[in-house]
């Protein structure tokens, strides 16, 4: 029942933005912490970046600090991950993750602290 559907990958130019996208469905958005991990053939899953429930708070990876903003609409069960500055190692499979929390509970960076996830959608950086 639950379900999340990432859009908005493709190829884009080093130096270049783009804009993804995860919509939930089968959830209530607003009892989930959203995250964006990243996968490259033959590389293990990467943090990229995640929010707290109401968007209060974010974490960020390291190598993508500065350069990529997620940020959440509400009204459209719906997480973003704004890319900018984008580099070639950006390339990957970018999916999309959801974990129940509490509003307490710290944000987590890693893969097995979410309980859903999107089918991914690609990044193609050109150099």
């Known amino acids: 029942q639950v379900q999340l559907m990432e859009s908005g990958g493709g190829l884009v130019q080093a130096g270049g933005s783009l804009s993804i996208s995860c919509t939930a469905s089968g959830v209530t958005f607003s009892n989930y912490a959203m995250g964006w991990f990243r996968q490259a053939p033959g590389k293990e899953r990467e943090f990229v970046a995640a929010i707290s429930r109401t968007g209060g708070r974010t974490v960020y990876g390291d190598s993508v600090k500065g350069r990529f903003t997620i940020h959440r609409d509400m009204a459209r069960n719906t997480v973003y991950l704004q890319m900018e500055s984008l580099k070639p190692e950006d390339t990957a499979v970018y999916y999309c993750?959801?974990?129940?929390?509490?509003?307490?509970?710290?944000?987590?960076?890693?893969?097995?602290?979410?309980?859903?996830w999107g089918q991914g959608t690609q990044v193609t950086v050109s150099s």
């Open positions: 993750a959801g974990r129940w929390s509490d509003l307490s509970v710290a944000i987590t960076t890693t893969p097995v602290s979410y309980d859903y």
